[in-house]
């Protein structure tokens, strides 16, 4: 029989997949962190309920408008689980700067990333979305970052990470920072190729990436 929490997690799957009421939502997602359910597996449950929205609309079964409430969905669960990940003491691990590239919206999954590299101590900027690189290129020779995230959602904006890549070595600053990618249609290859130091498939993989990039450069 399945336990008490995985079914909680089951119940906050299926609601935000079927796009239901937000307040049913939000009870399930209380009722997990009553139950002491990881944080992380609540993150991790979203996400997976995101994939499912995401087929069901490309099937044609959802339109644009269940999207949206799928991302509603998601800034409320992440609102609901983000006190519950951040530490009380900071290590000031090293600063972060992070934005989704040029012509992307989607920031649920940097803010999740956001959310777990403040919670383990880092010192995050987060650009916001649709950043251009010249925004990239500014704040990161303005706050002496040590890593600059990039997120793309889309396959058509995954490009702009290279004009960014080309920007920050015409302004000498790729000796002063160091560069991790991610998000949905990015992969290791592509972080390769665009001569990125790191990629992240998800929240705990870039924060992994990102400390071990910080301490590279120490
Ligand atoms: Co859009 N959307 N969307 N969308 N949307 C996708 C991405 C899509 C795959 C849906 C689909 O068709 N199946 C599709 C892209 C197809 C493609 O490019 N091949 C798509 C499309 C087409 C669009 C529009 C073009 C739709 C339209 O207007 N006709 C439009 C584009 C707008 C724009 O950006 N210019 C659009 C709009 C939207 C909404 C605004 C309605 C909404 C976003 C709300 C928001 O973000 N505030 C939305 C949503 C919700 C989605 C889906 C359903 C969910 C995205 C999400 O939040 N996933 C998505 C389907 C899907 O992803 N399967 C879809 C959950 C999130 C936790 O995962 O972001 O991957 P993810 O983040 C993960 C990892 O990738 C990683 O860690 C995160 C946590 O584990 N990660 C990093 C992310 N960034 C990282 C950075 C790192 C390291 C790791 O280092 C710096």
Redesign the pocket.
Known sequence: MKDEKQSVLDELRNLVSMISDVEDVRKATEEALALAVNPVDI??T??AA??????K??CGEYF?SE??M???L??EVTNIVKPHLTTAQRKALGKVI?G?VK???????????IM?LSAVGFDVIDLG??VPAEKFAEIAKKEKADVL?????????IEEMKNVMGLLTKEKLRDSVKV???????TKEYADEIGAD?????????VN??KELVKSRR
């Open positions: 993150v991790d979203l996400s995101l994939n499912d929205v995401g087929k609309y490309d644009l999207l949206m799928g991302g509603i998601a800034i992070i989704t012509g992307d919206l989607h920031d649920i999954g940097k803010n999740i990333v777990m979305v649709d995230g990039m997120s793309a959602l889309l396959s058509s904006t991790i990618v991610g998000g949905r249609p990015v790191g990629y992240g498939k998800d929240a705990t993989e870039a990436v990102t």
